[in-house]
Protein backbone atom coordinates (compact mmCIF):
# COMPACT_ATOMS: atom_id res chain seq x y z
CA UNK A 1 0.00 0.00 0.00
CA UNK A 2 1.15 3.80 -0.75
CA UNK A 3 1.20 6.58 1.87
CA UNK A 4 -1.76 7.59 3.58
CA UNK A 5 -2.17 11.66 4.13
CA UNK A 6 -4.41 13.86 5.65
CA UNK A 7 -5.53 16.41 3.42
CA UNK A 8 -8.50 18.66 2.20
CA UNK A 9 -10.78 18.23 -0.74
CA UNK A 10 -9.32 21.00 -3.40
CA UNK A 11 -10.34 22.85 -5.96
CA UNK A 12 -9.22 20.20 -9.34
CA UNK A 13 -9.77 17.33 -7.33
CA UNK A 14 -12.67 15.13 -8.44
CA UNK A 15 -16.09 16.17 -8.17
CA UNK A 16 -18.72 14.07 -7.51
CA UNK A 17 -22.84 13.51 -8.31
CA UNK A 18 -25.19 11.34 -6.65
CA UNK A 19 -26.78 8.74 -8.37
CA UNK A 20 -29.47 6.68 -6.90
CA UNK A 21 -29.15 3.69 -5.10
CA UNK A 22 -31.29 0.55 -4.04
CA UNK A 23 -31.50 0.18 -0.22
CA UNK A 24 -33.22 -3.12 0.22
CA UNK A 25 -34.63 -5.10 3.47
CA UNK A 26 -31.43 -5.67 4.57
CA UNK A 27 -29.79 -2.88 4.54
CA UNK A 28 -27.34 -0.33 2.48
CA UNK A 29 -26.50 -1.81 -0.83
CA UNK A 30 -24.64 -0.19 -3.39
CA UNK A 31 -24.13 -2.30 -6.33
CA UNK A 32 -24.96 -0.24 -9.38
CA UNK A 33 -25.08 -1.27 -12.91
CA UNK A 34 -22.15 -1.69 -14.97
CA UNK A 35 -23.75 0.41 -17.48
CA UNK A 36 -23.80 3.45 -15.19
CA UNK A 37 -19.62 3.12 -15.18
CA UNK A 38 -19.36 2.38 -18.85
CA UNK A 39 -21.61 5.09 -19.94
CA UNK A 40 -20.61 7.64 -17.54
CA UNK A 41 -16.87 7.20 -18.68
CA UNK A 42 -17.56 7.35 -22.27
CA UNK A 43 -19.58 11.07 -21.91
CA UNK A 44 -16.56 12.26 -19.85
CA UNK A 45 -14.35 14.47 -22.26
CA UNK A 46 -11.36 16.70 -19.73
CA UNK A 47 -8.32 14.67 -19.19
CA UNK A 48 -7.53 13.35 -15.65
CA UNK A 49 -5.49 14.90 -13.34
CA UNK A 50 -3.27 12.18 -11.89
CA UNK A 51 -0.80 12.67 -8.92
CA UNK A 52 2.74 10.87 -8.73
CA UNK A 53 2.31 8.16 -5.58
CA UNK A 54 4.33 5.66 -4.98
CA UNK A 55 2.14 2.23 -4.95
CA UNK A 56 2.73 -1.34 -6.64
CA UNK A 57 0.97 -1.36 -9.92
CA UNK A 58 -0.89 -4.94 -9.30
CA UNK A 59 -1.80 -3.82 -5.89
CA UNK A 60 -4.46 -1.79 -4.12
CA UNK A 61 -2.99 1.34 -2.60
CA UNK A 62 -4.69 3.10 0.22
CA UNK A 63 -4.72 6.73 0.91
CA UNK A 64 -6.52 8.28 3.75
CA UNK A 65 -7.80 11.72 3.93
CA UNK A 66 -9.14 14.06 6.36
CA UNK A 67 -11.33 16.86 4.75
CA UNK A 68 -13.89 19.28 6.27
CA UNK A 69 -17.66 18.48 5.10
CA UNK A 70 -17.77 18.63 1.57
CA UNK A 71 -20.66 19.01 -0.68
CA UNK A 72 -21.42 19.12 -4.95
CA UNK A 73 -22.82 22.52 -4.29
CA UNK A 74 -19.68 24.11 -2.63
CA UNK A 75 -16.28 24.47 -3.94
CA UNK A 76 -13.55 25.11 -1.35
CA UNK A 77 -11.61 27.83 -0.45
CA UNK A 78 -8.07 27.58 -3.11
CA UNK A 79 -6.58 29.61 -0.01
CA UNK A 80 -7.25 26.97 2.51
CA UNK A 81 -4.19 24.93 3.88
CA UNK A 82 -4.31 21.75 6.01
CA UNK A 83 -2.11 19.37 8.03
CA UNK A 84 -0.35 16.78 6.47
CA UNK A 85 1.54 13.20 7.83
CA UNK A 86 2.95 10.34 6.25
CA UNK A 87 3.06 7.03 7.53
CA UNK A 88 3.77 3.61 6.26
CA UNK A 89 2.52 0.12 6.74
CA UNK A 90 4.47 -2.88 6.93
CA UNK A 91 4.02 -4.20 3.27
CA UNK A 92 5.35 0.00 2.23
CA UNK A 93 8.33 -0.98 4.43
CA UNK A 94 9.41 -3.98 2.20
CA UNK A 95 8.00 -2.21 -0.98
CA UNK A 96 11.88 -1.19 -1.98
CA UNK A 97 15.00 -2.11 -0.88
CA UNK A 98 16.70 0.59 -2.48
CA UNK A 99 14.77 3.93 -1.64
CA UNK A 100 13.61 3.15 2.29
CA UNK A 101 11.38 5.10 3.98
CA UNK A 102 10.67 6.22 7.57
CA UNK A 103 7.55 6.51 9.08
CA UNK A 104 7.14 9.78 10.61
CA UNK A 105 5.22 10.81 13.50
CA UNK A 106 2.26 13.60 12.92
CA UNK A 107 3.05 16.63 12.96
CA UNK A 108 1.27 20.30 12.66
CA UNK A 109 3.54 21.18 10.29
CA UNK A 110 1.74 23.13 7.36
CA UNK A 111 3.18 21.83 3.60
CA UNK A 112 3.31 24.14 0.69
CA UNK A 113 0.52 22.89 -1.85
CA UNK A 114 0.51 23.85 -5.05
CA UNK A 115 -1.52 25.91 -7.10
CA UNK A 116 -4.86 24.34 -8.09
CA UNK A 117 -6.06 26.65 -10.38
CA UNK A 118 -5.49 25.14 -13.61
CA UNK A 119 -6.34 21.62 -12.29
CA UNK A 120 -8.79 20.29 -13.89
CA UNK A 121 -11.60 17.85 -12.46
CA UNK A 122 -11.08 14.08 -13.05
CA UNK A 123 -12.86 12.62 -15.69
CA UNK A 124 -15.74 10.76 -14.01
CA UNK A 125 -17.31 11.22 -10.66
CA UNK A 126 -19.78 8.85 -8.97
CA UNK A 127 -20.87 8.84 -5.47
CA UNK A 128 -22.58 5.96 -3.58
CA UNK A 129 -24.38 5.43 -0.24
CA UNK A 130 -26.58 7.67 2.49
CA UNK A 131 -24.31 10.70 3.08
CA UNK A 132 -26.98 11.57 5.79
CA UNK A 133 -26.06 8.13 7.86
CA UNK A 134 -22.91 7.16 6.76
CA UNK A 135 -19.42 8.01 9.38
CA UNK A 136 -17.18 7.45 6.78
CA UNK A 137 -16.47 8.17 2.60
CA UNK A 138 -14.36 5.62 0.48
CA UNK A 139 -13.12 6.86 -2.77
CA UNK A 140 -11.92 4.34 -5.12
CA UNK A 141 -9.82 6.05 -7.74
CA UNK A 142 -9.53 3.41 -10.73
CA UNK A 143 -7.88 3.01 -14.38
CA UNK A 144 -9.37 5.28 -17.12
CA UNK A 145 -9.68 7.95 -14.70
CA UNK A 146 -13.12 6.39 -13.13
CA UNK A 147 -13.47 7.76 -9.48
CA UNK A 148 -16.20 6.57 -7.09
CA UNK A 149 -17.09 7.71 -3.41
CA UNK A 150 -18.77 5.60 -1.50
CA UNK A 151 -20.84 6.54 1.96
CA UNK A 152 -20.34 3.70 4.65
CA UNK A 153 -20.45 3.29 7.63
CA UNK A 154 -17.00 2.13 9.54
CA UNK A 155 -19.04 -0.49 12.05
CA UNK A 156 -19.37 -2.31 8.72
CA UNK A 157 -16.30 -2.55 7.31
CA UNK A 158 -14.25 -3.20 10.30
CA UNK A 159 -16.72 -5.94 10.97
CA UNK A 160 -16.62 -7.42 7.46
CA UNK A 161 -12.75 -6.60 6.22
CA UNK A 162 -9.64 -7.11 7.57
CA UNK A 163 -8.27 -4.74 4.94
CA UNK A 164 -10.32 -1.70 6.82
CA UNK A 165 -10.15 -3.22 9.80
CA UNK A 166 -6.56 -2.63 10.14
CA UNK A 167 -6.18 0.81 8.26
CA UNK A 168 -9.80 2.33 10.02
CA UNK A 169 -8.98 0.67 13.41
CA UNK A 170 -5.22 1.23 13.90
CA UNK A 171 -5.23 5.46 12.86
CA UNK A 172 -5.84 8.16 15.33
CA UNK A 173 -7.24 10.45 14.77
CA UNK A 174 -9.90 8.94 13.03
CA UNK A 175 -9.89 10.07 9.77
CA UNK A 176 -13.55 10.62 7.65
CA UNK A 177 -12.08 9.50 4.12
CA UNK A 178 -10.16 6.86 2.92
CA UNK A 179 -8.97 6.56 -0.28
CA UNK A 180 -7.88 3.55 -2.47
CA UNK A 181 -5.60 4.04 -5.65
CA UNK A 182 -5.04 2.23 -8.52
CA UNK A 183 -8.13 0.31 -8.15
CA UNK A 184 -7.99 -2.52 -10.89
CA UNK A 185 -11.75 -3.42 -10.71
CA UNK A 186 -13.72 0.10 -9.27
CA UNK A 187 -17.18 -1.44 -10.39
CA UNK A 188 -17.06 -5.09 -8.64
CA UNK A 189 -15.05 -3.03 -5.59
CA UNK A 190 -18.38 -0.84 -5.24
CA UNK A 191 -20.46 -4.35 -5.21
CA UNK A 192 -18.13 -6.08 -3.00
CA UNK A 193 -18.22 -3.76 -0.68
CA UNK A 194 -21.96 -3.36 -0.85
CA UNK A 195 -22.56 -7.11 -0.33
CA UNK A 196 -20.91 -6.03 3.53
CA UNK A 197 -24.77 -4.56 4.20
CA UNK A 198 -26.26 -8.19 3.16
CA UNK A 199 -26.83 -11.44 5.04
CA UNK A 200 -27.31 -13.68 2.36
CA UNK A 201 -24.66 -12.97 0.05
CA UNK A 202 -25.46 -16.27 -1.47
CA UNK A 203 -28.64 -15.45 -2.52
CA UNK A 204 -26.61 -12.16 -4.13
CA UNK A 205 -24.46 -14.21 -6.59
CA UNK A 206 -27.22 -16.33 -7.92
CA UNK A 207 -27.85 -14.64 -10.91
CA UNK A 208 -24.20 -13.63 -11.72
CA UNK A 209 -22.05 -14.90 -14.61
CA UNK A 210 -19.24 -17.11 -13.55
CA UNK A 211 -16.95 -14.76 -15.04
CA UNK A 212 -17.95 -11.67 -12.40
CA UNK A 213 -17.96 -13.87 -9.62
CA UNK A 214 -14.39 -14.52 -9.73
CA UNK A 215 -13.72 -10.64 -9.94
CA UNK A 216 -15.96 -10.34 -6.73
CA UNK A 217 -14.24 -13.46 -5.58
CA UNK A 218 -10.87 -11.74 -6.24
CA UNK A 219 -11.85 -8.30 -4.70
CA UNK A 220 -12.91 -10.08 -1.68
CA UNK A 221 -9.82 -11.58 -1.31
CA UNK A 222 -7.90 -8.55 -1.88
CA UNK A 223 -10.28 -6.85 1.46
CA UNK A 224 -10.06 -9.65 3.44
CA UNK A 225 -13.69 -9.80 2.78
CA UNK A 226 -13.66 -13.86 4.55
CA UNK A 227 -17.48 -14.02 4.26
CA UNK A 228 -18.08 -13.02 0.56
CA UNK A 229 -14.86 -15.43 -0.81
CA UNK A 230 -16.65 -18.64 1.40
CA UNK A 231 -20.12 -17.56 -0.52
CA UNK A 232 -18.59 -17.28 -3.42
CA UNK A 233 -16.51 -20.54 -3.42
CA UNK A 234 -19.67 -21.98 -2.63
CA UNK A 235 -21.10 -20.57 -5.51
CA UNK A 236 -18.24 -21.87 -7.77
CA UNK A 237 -18.25 -25.34 -6.18
CA UNK A 238 -22.33 -25.79 -7.18
CA UNK A 239 -22.75 -23.76 -10.86
CA UNK A 240 -21.34 -25.60 -13.84
CA UNK A 241 -18.37 -24.04 -15.38
CA UNK A 242 -18.88 -23.88 -18.88
CA UNK A 243 -15.75 -24.76 -21.69
CA UNK A 244 -11.89 -25.51 -20.49
CA UNK A 245 -11.49 -21.71 -20.10
CA UNK A 246 -13.48 -20.77 -17.51
CA UNK A 247 -12.37 -23.98 -16.22
CA UNK A 248 -9.09 -22.84 -16.10
CA UNK A 249 -10.00 -19.34 -14.90
CA UNK A 250 -11.61 -20.93 -11.65
CA UNK A 251 -9.14 -23.83 -10.99
CA UNK A 252 -6.23 -21.04 -11.39
CA UNK A 253 -7.72 -18.22 -8.87
CA UNK A 254 -9.35 -20.61 -6.23
CA UNK A 255 -5.69 -22.66 -6.12
CA UNK A 256 -3.45 -19.69 -4.91
CA UNK A 257 -6.57 -18.76 -2.08
CA UNK A 258 -5.03 -18.47 1.36
CA UNK A 259 -6.30 -18.18 4.41
CA UNK A 260 -8.32 -19.16 7.69
CA UNK A 261 -11.76 -20.36 7.02
CA UNK A 262 -11.58 -20.48 3.73
CA UNK A 263 -12.60 -23.98 1.85
CA UNK A 264 -11.15 -24.55 -1.11
CA UNK A 265 -11.66 -28.69 -1.67
CA UNK A 266 -15.32 -28.55 -2.37
CA UNK A 267 -14.48 -26.73 -5.40
CA UNK A 268 -11.35 -27.76 -6.48
CA UNK A 269 -12.88 -31.90 -5.79
CA UNK A 270 -14.49 -30.98 -9.03
CA UNK A 271 -10.95 -31.46 -11.03
CA UNK A 272 -8.88 -33.07 -8.68
CA UNK A 273 -9.79 -36.78 -8.71
CA UNK A 274 -9.18 -39.42 -5.34
CA UNK A 275 -6.28 -41.54 -6.60
CA UNK A 276 -6.43 -42.96 -3.04
CA UNK A 277 -10.17 -44.36 -3.42
CA UNK A 278 -10.14 -45.19 -7.42
CA UNK A 279 -6.35 -45.18 -8.66
CA UNK A 280 -7.15 -43.75 -12.67
CA UNK A 281 -6.01 -47.90 -13.72
CA UNK A 282 -8.91 -49.07 -12.10
CA UNK A 283 -10.90 -46.63 -13.85
CA UNK A 284 -9.68 -46.68 -16.95
CA UNK A 285 -10.17 -51.01 -16.86
CA UNK A 286 -13.71 -50.22 -15.79
CA UNK A 287 -14.51 -47.81 -18.56
CA UNK A 288 -12.67 -51.08 -21.01
CA UNK A 289 -14.99 -53.28 -19.43
CA UNK A 290 -18.36 -51.37 -20.05
CA UNK A 291 -17.57 -50.15 -23.99
CA UNK A 292 -16.43 -53.75 -24.90
CA UNK A 293 -19.76 -55.49 -23.58
CA UNK A 294 -22.33 -52.87 -24.54
CA UNK A 295 -25.19 -54.53 -25.83
CA UNK A 296 -26.04 -51.96 -28.05
CA UNK A 297 -24.21 -51.35 -31.12
CA UNK A 298 -24.68 -47.15 -32.00
CA UNK A 299 -24.25 -46.44 -28.58
CA UNK A 300 -21.20 -48.80 -28.43
CA UNK A 301 -19.09 -47.42 -31.56
CA UNK A 302 -20.00 -43.89 -30.45
CA UNK A 303 -18.45 -44.24 -27.22
CA UNK A 304 -15.51 -46.56 -29.03
CA UNK A 305 -15.08 -43.94 -31.35
CA UNK A 306 -14.77 -40.98 -28.33
CA UNK A 307 -12.66 -42.54 -25.66
CA UNK A 308 -10.07 -43.73 -28.56
CA UNK A 309 -9.90 -39.37 -29.34
CA UNK A 310 -9.28 -38.97 -25.41
CA UNK A 311 -6.91 -42.00 -25.47
CA UNK A 312 -5.04 -39.88 -28.53
CA UNK A 313 -5.30 -36.76 -27.00
CA UNK A 314 -3.58 -38.07 -23.84
CA UNK A 315 -1.08 -39.98 -25.78
CA UNK A 316 0.05 -36.64 -27.46
CA UNK A 317 0.35 -35.12 -24.10
CA UNK A 318 2.18 -37.98 -22.29
CA UNK A 319 0.40 -38.46 -19.39
CA UNK A 320 -2.16 -41.15 -20.19
CA UNK A 321 -3.34 -41.53 -17.06
CA UNK A 322 0.03 -40.34 -15.55
CA UNK A 323 2.89 -39.44 -16.70
CA UNK A 324 4.88 -42.50 -15.08
CA UNK A 325 6.24 -45.42 -16.52
CA UNK A 326 5.18 -47.49 -14.18
CA UNK A 327 1.43 -46.03 -14.65
CA UNK A 328 1.60 -46.11 -18.61
CA UNK A 329 3.15 -49.95 -18.28
CA UNK A 330 0.51 -51.09 -15.81
CA UNK A 331 -2.06 -49.09 -18.12
CA UNK A 332 -0.82 -51.19 -21.23
CA UNK A 333 -1.43 -54.13 -19.17
CA UNK A 334 -5.33 -53.29 -18.61
CA UNK A 335 -5.68 -53.28 -22.19
CA UNK A 336 -3.88 -56.46 -23.09
CA UNK A 337 -5.70 -58.20 -20.40
CA UNK A 338 -8.89 -57.27 -22.56
CA UNK A 339 -6.99 -58.55 -25.40
CA UNK A 340 -6.79 -61.55 -24.06
CA UNK A 341 -10.27 -62.01 -23.00
CA UNK A 342 -12.09 -61.00 -26.13
CA UNK A 343 -9.59 -63.77 -27.93
CA UNK A 344 -10.82 -66.23 -25.67
CA UNK A 345 -14.29 -65.41 -26.69
CA UNK A 346 -13.60 -65.35 -30.34
CA UNK A 347 -11.88 -68.79 -29.88
CA UNK A 348 -14.92 -69.79 -27.95
CA UNK A 349 -17.04 -69.16 -30.68
CA UNK A 350 -15.29 -70.40 -33.51
CA UNK A 351 -14.73 -73.72 -31.84
CA UNK A 352 -18.99 -73.53 -31.51
CA UNK A 353 -19.29 -72.58 -35.08
CA UNK A 354 -17.11 -75.28 -36.14
CA UNK A 355 -18.88 -77.62 -33.58
CA UNK A 356 -22.21 -77.00 -34.47
CA UNK A 357 -22.62 -76.16 -37.84
CA UNK A 358 -26.59 -75.23 -37.87
CA UNK A 359 -25.11 -72.35 -35.41
CA UNK A 360 -23.17 -70.73 -37.62
CA UNK A 361 -25.74 -67.90 -38.74
CA UNK A 362 -26.40 -66.76 -34.75
CA UNK A 363 -22.75 -66.74 -34.22
CA UNK A 364 -21.70 -64.77 -37.18
CA UNK A 365 -22.87 -61.28 -34.78
CA UNK A 366 -21.14 -62.51 -31.74
CA UNK A 367 -17.93 -62.87 -33.56
CA UNK A 368 -18.52 -59.45 -35.65
CA UNK A 369 -18.42 -58.47 -32.14
CA UNK A 370 -15.56 -59.82 -30.32
CA UNK A 371 -13.15 -58.97 -33.88
CA UNK A 372 -14.63 -55.25 -33.57
CA UNK A 373 -13.55 -54.89 -30.04
CA UNK A 374 -9.86 -56.45 -30.86
CA UNK A 375 -9.28 -54.16 -33.86
CA UNK A 376 -10.95 -51.06 -31.40
CA UNK A 377 -8.13 -52.70 -28.89
CA UNK A 378 -5.36 -52.83 -31.04
CA UNK A 379 -6.21 -49.37 -32.51
CA UNK A 380 -5.27 -48.12 -28.68
CA UNK A 381 -2.20 -49.81 -28.36
CA UNK A 382 -0.88 -48.95 -32.07
CA UNK A 383 -1.55 -44.77 -30.51
CA UNK A 384 0.50 -45.98 -27.75
CA UNK A 385 3.07 -47.62 -29.47
CA UNK A 386 3.13 -50.70 -27.23
CA UNK A 387 1.53 -53.08 -29.67
CA UNK A 388 4.04 -55.25 -30.59
CA UNK A 389 3.03 -57.89 -28.24
CA UNK A 390 -0.45 -58.12 -29.54
CA UNK A 391 1.38 -59.48 -32.80
CA UNK A 392 3.33 -61.63 -30.77
CA UNK A 393 -0.47 -63.16 -29.08
CA UNK A 394 -1.93 -63.08 -32.91
CA UNK A 395 0.40 -65.07 -34.65
CA UNK A 396 -0.02 -67.41 -31.57
CA UNK A 397 -3.51 -68.25 -32.49
CA UNK A 398 -2.91 -71.42 -34.67
CA UNK A 399 -6.18 -72.97 -33.82
CA UNK A 400 -7.92 -70.00 -34.84
CA UNK A 401 -6.39 -69.89 -37.64
CA UNK A 402 -7.26 -73.44 -38.71
CA UNK A 403 -10.84 -72.76 -37.90
CA UNK A 404 -10.81 -69.68 -40.08
CA UNK A 405 -10.34 -72.07 -43.25
CA UNK A 406 -13.70 -74.40 -42.31
CA UNK A 407 -16.06 -71.39 -41.70
CA UNK A 408 -17.92 -69.61 -44.86
CA UNK A 409 -16.02 -66.14 -45.74
CA UNK A 410 -18.94 -64.34 -44.43
CA UNK A 411 -18.69 -65.65 -41.01
CA UNK A 412 -15.07 -65.21 -40.57
CA UNK A 413 -13.66 -61.91 -42.59
CA UNK A 414 -13.95 -59.76 -39.67
CA UNK A 415 -10.99 -61.78 -38.62
CA UNK A 416 -8.83 -60.79 -41.55
CA UNK A 417 -9.46 -57.06 -40.67
CA UNK A 418 -7.28 -57.58 -37.70
CA UNK A 419 -4.77 -59.04 -39.57
CA UNK A 420 -4.82 -56.44 -42.43
CA UNK A 421 -4.23 -54.16 -39.67
CA UNK A 422 -1.15 -55.78 -38.21
CA UNK A 423 0.28 -55.40 -41.76
CA UNK A 424 -0.26 -51.67 -42.31
CA UNK A 425 1.28 -51.07 -38.57
CA UNK A 426 4.16 -53.07 -39.46
CA UNK A 427 4.56 -50.95 -43.13
CA UNK A 428 4.13 -47.82 -41.53
CA UNK A 429 6.33 -48.61 -38.51
CA UNK A 430 4.25 -48.82 -36.04
CA UNK A 431 5.11 -51.98 -34.67
CA UNK A 432 8.41 -53.64 -34.12
CA UNK A 433 7.91 -57.14 -34.29
CA UNK A 434 10.93 -59.49 -34.85
CA UNK A 435 11.62 -61.09 -37.62
CA UNK A 436 10.57 -64.47 -36.35
CA UNK A 437 6.67 -62.76 -35.71
CA UNK A 438 6.70 -61.39 -39.19
CA UNK A 439 7.34 -64.61 -40.83
CA UNK A 440 4.73 -65.85 -39.01
CA UNK A 441 2.44 -63.59 -39.61
CA UNK A 442 2.72 -63.65 -43.06
CA UNK A 443 3.03 -67.73 -42.82
CA UNK A 444 -0.39 -68.13 -40.84
CA UNK A 445 -2.13 -65.42 -41.55
CA UNK A 446 -1.59 -64.20 -45.59
CA UNK A 447 -3.36 -66.78 -47.43
CA UNK A 448 -6.74 -66.34 -45.34
CA UNK A 449 -6.63 -62.64 -45.81
CA UNK A 450 -5.90 -63.20 -49.76
CA UNK A 451 -9.09 -65.58 -49.65
CA UNK A 452 -11.13 -63.19 -47.83
CA UNK A 453 -10.24 -60.19 -49.57
CA UNK A 454 -12.46 -60.14 -52.16
CA UNK A 455 -15.06 -59.89 -49.24
CA UNK A 456 -13.26 -57.30 -47.41
CA UNK A 457 -13.41 -54.68 -50.05
CA UNK A 458 -17.06 -55.39 -50.73
CA UNK A 459 -18.50 -56.26 -47.24
CA UNK A 460 -16.50 -54.64 -44.39
CA UNK A 461 -17.60 -51.32 -44.98
CA UNK A 462 -14.52 -48.54 -44.74
CA UNK A 463 -11.67 -50.45 -46.66
CA UNK A 464 -8.23 -48.43 -48.18
CA UNK A 465 -7.18 -50.98 -50.81
CA UNK A 466 -4.09 -49.28 -51.32
CA UNK A 467 -3.04 -48.97 -48.38
CA UNK A 468 -3.52 -52.68 -47.00
CA UNK A 469 -1.64 -53.71 -50.00
CA UNK A 470 1.24 -51.13 -49.65
CA UNK A 471 1.06 -52.82 -45.91
CA UNK A 472 1.21 -56.54 -46.88
CA UNK A 473 4.53 -55.21 -49.31
CA UNK A 474 6.25 -53.35 -47.17
CA UNK A 475 6.07 -56.46 -44.29
CA UNK A 476 7.23 -58.91 -46.81
CA UNK A 477 10.07 -57.23 -48.05
CA UNK A 478 11.07 -56.63 -44.46
CA UNK A 479 12.13 -60.70 -44.66
CA UNK A 480 15.22 -62.29 -45.89
CA UNK A 481 15.71 -62.52 -49.44
CA UNK A 482 14.73 -66.43 -49.54
CA UNK A 483 11.58 -65.67 -47.70
CA UNK A 484 10.58 -62.83 -49.60
CA UNK A 485 10.87 -65.08 -52.90
CA UNK A 486 9.18 -67.86 -51.37
CA UNK A 487 6.21 -65.46 -50.52
CA UNK A 488 6.11 -63.64 -53.41
CA UNK A 489 6.33 -66.86 -55.59
CA UNK A 490 3.38 -68.35 -53.65
CA UNK A 491 1.73 -65.38 -54.16
CA UNK A 492 2.00 -64.34 -57.54
CA UNK A 493 0.15 -67.88 -58.31
CA UNK A 494 -3.14 -66.76 -56.56
CA UNK A 495 -3.17 -63.05 -57.97
CA UNK A 496 -2.71 -64.65 -61.42
CA UNK A 497 -5.86 -66.83 -60.70
CA UNK A 498 -7.81 -64.29 -58.56
CA UNK A 499 -6.75 -61.26 -60.42
CA UNK A 500 -8.50 -57.85 -58.53
CA UNK A 501 -9.82 -60.40 -55.59
CA UNK A 502 -6.11 -60.82 -54.21
CA UNK A 503 -4.19 -57.93 -53.31
CA UNK A 504 -1.75 -56.41 -55.68
CA UNK A 505 1.18 -56.44 -54.68
CA UNK A 506 3.66 -55.32 -57.59
CA UNK A 507 5.29 -53.42 -55.92
CA UNK A 508 7.03 -55.61 -53.46
CA UNK A 509 7.69 -58.22 -56.34
CA UNK A 510 9.17 -55.30 -58.10
CA UNK A 511 11.34 -54.49 -55.30
CA UNK A 512 12.36 -58.21 -54.86
CA UNK A 513 13.20 -58.74 -58.85
CA UNK A 514 15.47 -55.65 -58.76
CA UNK A 515 16.93 -57.30 -55.20
CA UNK A 516 17.33 -60.49 -56.79
CA UNK A 517 18.57 -60.14 -60.56
CA UNK A 518 19.48 -56.75 -61.21
CA UNK A 519 21.40 -55.23 -58.22
CA UNK A 520 21.85 -58.33 -55.71
CA UNK A 521 24.30 -57.56 -52.52
CA UNK A 522 27.37 -60.16 -52.50
CA UNK A 523 30.76 -60.47 -53.34
CA UNK A 524 32.63 -57.38 -54.84
CA UNK A 525 32.83 -57.25 -58.48
CA UNK A 526 28.97 -59.99 -58.63
CA UNK A 527 26.36 -58.86 -61.26
CA UNK A 528 23.30 -59.97 -61.44
CA UNK A 529 21.97 -61.98 -64.65
CA UNK A 530 20.08 -58.99 -66.09
CA UNK A 531 21.59 -55.31 -66.64
CA UNK A 532 19.94 -52.39 -65.06
CA UNK A 533 18.34 -51.13 -68.43
CA UNK A 534 17.16 -54.60 -69.38
CA UNK A 535 14.32 -54.62 -66.77
CA UNK A 536 11.30 -52.45 -66.76
CA UNK A 537 11.43 -49.85 -63.87
CA UNK A 538 7.19 -49.17 -62.56
CA UNK A 539 6.41 -45.88 -61.42
CA UNK A 540 3.50 -44.55 -59.56
CA UNK A 541 1.84 -46.90 -57.26
CA UNK A 542 3.13 -49.96 -58.33
CA UNK A 543 6.58 -48.71 -58.31
CA UNK A 544 9.22 -48.85 -55.14
CA UNK A 545 9.04 -45.37 -54.86
CA UNK A 546 4.76 -45.71 -54.35
CA UNK A 547 5.49 -48.03 -51.86
CA UNK A 548 8.37 -46.65 -49.60
CA UNK A 549 6.89 -42.89 -50.20
CA UNK A 550 3.23 -43.98 -48.68
CA UNK A 551 2.49 -42.34 -44.91
Known amino acids: MAEIRVSRLEQGQTKFKTVPIAVTPEGFWCCPSPTVFHKTIKTQQNPILSKPKSSLPTQTTLVEKKQTPVTTEKKPSSNSTSSRTDSLTPEQRTHSSDEPVVNPPLTNEKQPRSKPENAPPRKVSIEFGEAKTSDLKVILLGKQGLAVKLSVHRSVLVENSDFFARKISGQQPIFPCLEIDNCEDVEIYVETIGLMYCKELKQRLIKQSVS ?18 QSCLEY ?34 RVSPDISSNPPNDTFSHILELVLKSKDEKARREMKSIVLKLLRENNNNNNLPSTSSTSSDSCSETIYSSCRISLDSLLSFFRQADQEVEKIKLLEKPIALEADNLLWLLDILLDRQAADEFAVIWVSQQELASIHKKLPVVSRRHISVITARLFVGIGRGEILPNKETRYLLIKIWLEALIE ?19 GIGRTILTLPLEDQRSVLISWLGSFLRAGDDCPNLRGAFEVWWRRTFVRPFGAAGEMGIFRQGDIPVGSGVGGVEGVLDCD
Open 212 to 229: RVLRILKAGEQLGFTRCV
Open 236 to 269: LEAVPWVGEDEEDKVVSLVSHLEGEGIKVKPVLK
Open 452 to 470: DYRWLQHGCGPFDRKVVEE
